[in-house]
């Protein structure tokens, strides 16, 4: 998908993965299958470092933030991501996959926020999870270059919010 869902198929992924289209058929039978193993591959692995990094962060906020925007440095992933979020709004069976992702990653998220404040209430650990989902996702378009130019001052300003909303104290100014 390094040059876009438009220019996927069959018969470009043997090309460039140098095996013969039969045999790639002999797995995938359609486009639409393969889109499907891919995604299930990309989505499973990240929803993996999720889990990893809100699970043994022990409690700190701070590695927890680093990790998931480190992620966004791979401009590979980025585009791939952008990619996915295309076909979801056209598939419906990529958007049930993708559904399942963010559900899963929102409760990852969700579970970790609980650890740090046992006394806040579920429904509040959900929404907060999911605001921090949103705003890490949703700046992913900006800090790829997809949307703006990445700047210290917004990372700043994305990592103090971010860092909040997971119970790690106020947001901090540039």
Do not use: K
């Not at 069959?10 to 193993?37: I, K, M, N, S």
Request: aromatic letters at 6%; charged letters at 20%; a negative charge.
């Amino acid at each position: 998908m390094d040059r876009g869902n438009a220019e996927l198929s069959l018969r470009t992924v043997a090309a460039e993965a140098g095996v013969r289209l039969g045999h790639l058929q002999h797995y995938f039978r359609t486009r639409a299958d393969l889109v499907q193993a891919v995604l299930a591959r990309v989505l499973a692995r990240s929803l993996r470092e999720v889990a990893d990094v809100t699970g043994s962060a022990g409690g700190a906020v701070e590695p927890v933030v680093r990790s998931l925007l480190a992620q966004q440095e791979d401009a590979r992933l980025v585009r791939l991501f952008t990619e996915i979020w295309a076909l979801a709004a056209h598939d419906g069976s990529v958007a049930a996959e993708v559904r399942a992702f963010y559900r899963d990653y929102t409760g990852h998220v969700a579970e970790f926020v609980r650890s740090r404040d046992p006394g806040l209430p579920p429904h509040l650990c959900r929404a907060r999870a999911e605001t921090f989902v949103m705003l890490i996702e949703g700046a992913s378009l900006f800090r790829s270059g997809v949307a703006a130019e990445a700047s210290a001052a917004t990372d700043a300003e994305l990592t103090g919010l971010a860092t909040a909303l997971l119970g790690g104290g106020p947001p901090t100014g540039p």
